[in-house]
């Protein structure tokens, strides 16, 4: 699990419309397979050879062998357009709502899964907004800050998985989101000054929802138990929970009710330490008006 620097690393090229599949995702590369492999069938069965197909579709033989082959994920444009070029009746259109499933990267499926069972979050970020606060604009300024540098592909692909997880707010029943944000992620402008005012205006906003509570750590309480980077637990309707730290275990996803006693033990210490819920909201609106 991942807290809001979740890597997605797919290597697409922006004029072709897919990605290269993740060895390591069995499940993904079981599903692009088998939906290659009914291209192929199709195609084979109008009589049309990968030339005059990849010709019909406006793009080279060896985008057409890959996806085919099971080795790049098709977006949805691409059978869109196979559809139409086979004839296929919508069967192949169809085969999206597959691939829509492991289009992203297993690790950043697997977060978004944990997020959509999740009942409450604990959220504390010491470097950068958490990803479920952020704008879209936001998001993408923030990404292209990734080195090595994103593609555009890449890019997009990677600014889809964290949005698509913002639908945590709007579940039923509503889980209870607890965020704690180091002051200095508050005002560093990223994207500019204007990026940085429409974020602050939807942190307002989302600070409105009663299921959701923003708490701002004021940069000059230097002594609190967070100063080893994020932390965040997930836990769940059946008493279980997970947990991850910069600074413990190895940084790795935790469990076991010892090991998350410490990262509740910490985050409550934080939250304590914090300024309040109505106090972050003043604060915010004043480096708004400063923004």
């Known amino acids: 699990m991942s807290v809001d620097g979740e890597a997605v690393r797919l290597r697409g090229e922006a004029d072709e419309p897919g990605w290269e599949v993740d060895p390591d995702d069995e499940w993904g590369v079981a599903v692009i397979a088998t939906v290659g492999r009914q291209l192929k069938l199709r195609r084979e069965a109008v009589g049309m050879r ?3 197909f990849g010709a019909a579709m406006g793009y080279g033989e060896d985008l057409v062998y890959k996806i085919e082959g099971g ?3 098709p977006r949805e444009e691409y059978l869109d357009k196979a559809d139409e070029v ?3 009746g919508g069967l192949i259109s169809a085969t999206w709502e597959d691939v829509r499933k492991v289009r992203y990267p297993k690790k950043v499926r697997d977060l978004a899964m944990l997020e959509a069972k999740a009942v409450e979050l604990l959220s504390y970020g010491s470097h950068n907004l958490h990803g479920l606060l952020q704008t879209e604009e936001y998001a993408r300024a923030l990404l292209s800050t990734r080195r090595p540098t994103l593609s555009e592909d890449e890019l997009d692909l990677a600014l889809a998985a964290r949005m ?3 639908t945590i707010f709007e579940r039923t029943p509503v889980p209870e989101l607890s965020f704690v944000q180091e002051e200095v992620t508050l005002r560093r402008p990223v994207g500019g000054r204007m990026v940085l005012r429409r ?6 906003q989302v600070a409105q929802l009663r299921h959701v509570e923003i708490q701002v750590m004021p940069t000059s309480r ?4 967070g100063t080893g980077g994020r932390i965040q637990v997930l836990k769940f309707a059946d008493g279980t929970a997970v947990g991850r730290a910069d600074d ?3 940084n790795r996803p935790v469990s076991e009710p010892r090991q998350l006693r410490i990262f509740e033990l910490r985050y409550g210490v934080i939250r304590a330490e914090a ?3 109505r106090e972050s909201l003043i604060f915010i609106e004043q480096l708004l008006g400063e923004t």
Do not use: S
């Open 86 to 88: 086979l004839g296929a």
């Open 275 to 277: 300024l309040t819920a």
């Open 199 to 204: 974020q602050l205006e939807h942190l307002l």
């Open 164 to 166: 698509a997880r913002r």
């Open 71 to 73: 080795k790049r994920i």
């Open 222 to 225: 230097g002594d609190h138990p």
């Open 50 to 52: 990968v030339a005059e």
């Open 248 to 250: 413990e275990f190895g």
